[in-house]
């Protein structure tokens, strides 16, 4: 399983991308899981970050889960047309 961290906005993007991409390719399961309980501060750009580990997961043969989804992640995600893009878990609160 991987970990989004607690800040995840335009700003550490391009980090938190690279950082997955990392863990993406060194994950030994079937399915790649992102977690995303420590979620705290985000803005669209963790809908794309998220898009991108999908694209990722997919081209390495791998399945994609977004597990512990922030109710608001899951309404940004919504707004912008691509909830159903995503495969997440549900909405936690």
Known sequence: MLLLPA???NQEARDA???LAQAL???PEADVVIDASSLQQFDSAAIAVLLECQRQAQAWGKGFAVRH???QLAALAKLYGVDALIPFDGATA
Do not use: D, G
């Open 17 to 19: 991308l690279a950082m």
């Open 7 to 9: 800040k995840l906005t």
């Open 69 to 71: 989804t922030p109710p």
């Open 25 to 27: 390719k060194r994950e």
